[in-house]
T-cell receptor, first 110, second 112 residues
Framework: KNEVEQSPQNLTAQEGEFITINCSYS?????LHWLQQHPGGGIVSLFM???GKKKHGRLIATINIQEKHSSLHITASHPRDSAVYIC????????????FGTGTRLTIIP | KAGVTQTPRYLIKTRGQQVTLSCSPI?????VSWYQQTPGQGLQFLFE???????NKGNFPGRFSGRQFSNSRSEMNVSTLELGDSALYLC???????????FGPGTRLLVL
């Protein structure tokens, strides 16, 4: 079992829909990242969070440390949101390396 | 500020050769991490450097090595290339260890 699991693996939605991507992890963590990767490979860090909720524009990320679960929400989705969204955690075992989920491929249809 | 830059962007090598990839972090960032991304394995951590010292290492064979210079620029080297080393190699920098990472565009390596 992977330390970081994401669901769904693929998601197709109509423009304007509310999107939720889930991330569950099995280790104790000091922080969790949500990353966005567009075709061509470029990766952008969307959020880093260790508790609660963060919002940036139409993106909202939440984390529940007790349940070892995080969600990324996109409101009023747009075709330019089409990308792979990757959850990554930093374990609290003393090292700081990132462990990645397998990613969620999101496609927004106009 | 300029973002993270990686050179070269694309590279084709043959089995048995070696390759050196370069990463220049955002000015002021002292931590540089390297990642390998393949369709089969996804993103995997290679190593992290901070102030010229390797702080963490992923589960890769000794053919993969790296270093960081006093100006925080980093290089990674892969010796005796194998077909399975074909991947996108990403570098990311952060101000501090465990901080928000800023990714470079990656170097796409193809081993024939």
């Amino acid at each position: 079992k992977n330390e970081v699991e994401q669901s769904p693996q693929n998601l197709t939605a109509q423009e304007g829909e509310f999107i939720t991507i889930n991330c569950s992890y099995s280790v104790g963590i000091s922080a969790l990242h949500w990353l966005q990767q567009h075709p061509g490979g470029g990766i952008v860090s969307l959020f880093m969070l260790s508790s609660g909720k963060k919002k940036h524009g139409r993106l909202i990320a939440t984390i529940n440390i007790q349940e070892k679960h995080s969600s990324l929400h996109i409101t009023a989705s747009h075709p330019r949101d089409s990308a792979v969204y990757i959850c990554a955690v930093i374990s609290n075992f003393g090292n700081e390396k990132l462990t990645f989920g397998t990613g969620t491929r999101l496609t927004i249809i106009p | 500020k300029a973002g993270v830059t990686q050179t070269p962007r694309y590279l084709i090598k043959t089995r048995g050769q070696q390759v050196t990839l370069s990463c220049s972090p955002i000015s002021g960032h002292r931590s540089v991490s390297w990642y390998q991304q393949t369709p089969g394995q996804g993103l995997q951590f290679l190593f992290e450097y901070f102030s010229e010292t390797q702080r963490n290492k992923g589960n890769f064979p000794g053919r993969f090595s790296g270093r960081q210079f006093s100006n925080s620029r980093s290089e990674m080297n892969v010796s005796t290339l194998e077909l399975g080393d074909s991947a996108l190699y990403l570098c990311a920098s952060s101000l501090v260890l465990g901080g928000t990472q800023y990714f470079g565009p990656g170097t796409r390596l193809l081993v024939l």
